[in-house]
C-alpha cells in the first residue's frame, strides 16, 4: 500500500510499500537513501504543493488522516478551501496494526 504520510512546510513524504515507484519518479519523487520505502519531493509554494497532491490523487494514492496534528488529508482540504485544488480524494487511517481504512472525502467545488 502506498499513501502520502506527511507534508512538511517543503517537501511532501509517501510511503510506499508496492510497486508505485515509476509513477513516483515521474511525479519528481526521490527515494530517501536509508528508508527504502520512503519517498519525497520537495515544493515551494502551495501552488506547488497543488500540482503534487493533483497528480498523487489522479494516480489514486490516498491521503493520511487521523486526529494527530496536521494530516495530509486536512492540507489538501486547506488547498480546496483556497481554491488551488477542487473535488474528491482519497483518505487513509488506520482502525489498528496492518488495518487501514480508506475513505472518499470531497473537498469545496470551485464556485
Do not use: N
Request: aromatic fraction near 8%; hydrophobic fraction near 35%; charge should be neutral.
Amino acid at each position: 500500500m502506498t499513501w502520502v504520510d506527511q507534508i512538511t512546510t517543503d517537501t511532501v513524504i509517501v510511503k510506499a510499500e508496492s510497486g508505485e515507484h515509476r509513477m513516483l519518479k515521474a511525479l519528481g519523487f526521490h527515494r530517501r537513501l536509508l528508508s527504502p520505502s520512503v519517498w519525497s519531493v520537495s515544493y515551494s509554494d502551495d501552488l506547488e504543493l497543488a500540482t503534487i497532491l493533483d497528480g498523487l490523487r489522479t494516480a489514486g494514492i490516498p491521503m493520511k488522516g487521523g486526529s494527530h496534528g496536521w494530516p495530509p488529508s486536512e492540507r489538501f482540504l486547506q488547498l480546496c478551501e483556497q481554491g488551488l485544488l477542487s473535488g474528491e480524494f482519497r483518505e487513509i487511517t488506520w482502525r489498528g496494526p496492518d488495518q487501514p481504512v480508506t475513505t472518499t472525502r470531497c473537498g469545496p467545488r470551485p464556485s
